[in-house]
């Protein structure tokens, strides 16, 4: 099934991938692999993982402390966010 991230998640996503890369560039190829391995098996089986919030689903990445919220349309998987699992819930939820 493809899938399309949100404006503000793929800004979320490249936030992250930066400031990890300015930890070191090796870390931010492992946050990447995290984020594509996580959205791989999103892809692969979309009601895997518990909602979250009426219809929005949860799965965390491994490696690091982020979840990526999703939602499953018609006929492609919407990423709402790449969210740090420690910052405020439910910033994210005017982007439905």
Not at 69 to 74: A, F
Not at 78 to 90: E, K, T
């Amino acid at each position: 099934m493809k899938y399309v991230f949100h404006p503000e998640a793929l800004t979320e996503y490249a936030e992250a991938v930066q400031y990890y890369a300015q930890q070191r560039s090796e870390v931010a190829q492992s946050f990447i692999d995290a984020v594509e391995e996580a959205v791989y098996q999103i892809r692969e089986s979309p009601t895997r993982w518990s909602i979250l919030d009426e219809d929005v689903r949860r799965c965390l990445t491994s490696k690091f402390p982020y979840g990526i919220l999703y939602t499953v349309e018609t006929d492609y998987i919407l990423i709402l966010a790449v969210m740090h699992c420690s910052r405020q819930p439910g910033y994210w939820k005017n982007r439905r």
